[in-house]
């Protein structure tokens, strides 16, 4: 597959959606929607800022997507009609966000641990953490329903839970 040449050629991510058929590729500044099945890129979209994190929703046209020029807002971008429907605002620039499941987790500069649930967009959890978190790990898809961080090399991990909606820690051996 060829990217156009207005593309900046730096890819930065690739987050691929919970179904496993397609994968947003991210440069610079726009992104491409590419199958999984046959690596045809599907559609494109180029902002007037860079791309901080983009997440993929289901097999849905929605992105969640970080612009650098409003670090604490996320866009809820409708690919299909290629507009923002919706965003979310935080009070302290987003250190990052991952979607799994039902909800969209996020975790700000400040420390603190936000969940949101994607169907009407109310916070399921908030807690502060003890520190900002140095790791943020994607859980794979066995565990969809956990993500991990820890907040040192040495430190104890900790695993979000959204099925329990509690926090479990982890002793490192």
């Keep these: 597959m060829k990217f156009k040449e207005k593309d900046d050629p730096s890819l930065t991510q690739v987050r691929i959606n919970q ?3 397609c994968a ?3 440069f610079k500044s726009s ?3 590419v199958s999984l099945k046959d690596l045809r890129g599907l559609t494109e ?3 007037d800022t860079n791309i901080v994190f983009c997440e993929m929703y289901e097999n849905s046209n929605l992105l969640f997507i970080v612009l650098e020029e409003n670090p604490c807002r996320v866009c809820v ?3 299909s009609k290629k507009k923002e429907v919706e965003h979310l605002l935080f009070t302290s620039p987003i250190r990052r966000l991952i979607v799994r499941l039902n909800f969209l987790t996020v975790w700000t500069e400040e420390g603190t641990l936000i969940v949101t649930e994607l169907i009407n967009f109310r916070v399921k959890t908030k807690m502060k953490l003890k520190m900002p ?3 943020i790990i994607d859980s794979p898809v066995k565990y969809e329903s956990l993500i991990g961080w820890n907040y ?3 430190g104890d991990l900790y695993l979000w839970d959204f099925v329990k909606n509690s926090t479990r820690e982890v002793e490192l051996h």
């Design 24 to 26: 947003a590729v991210v």
């Design 45 to 47: 979209h180029t902002f």
């Design 152 to 154: 040192d090399s040495k």
């Design 133 to 135: 978190a140095e790791t």
């Design 77 to 79: 971008w409708d690919d």
């Design 19 to 21: 179904k496993f058929t």
């Design 31 to 33: 992104y491409w929607i």
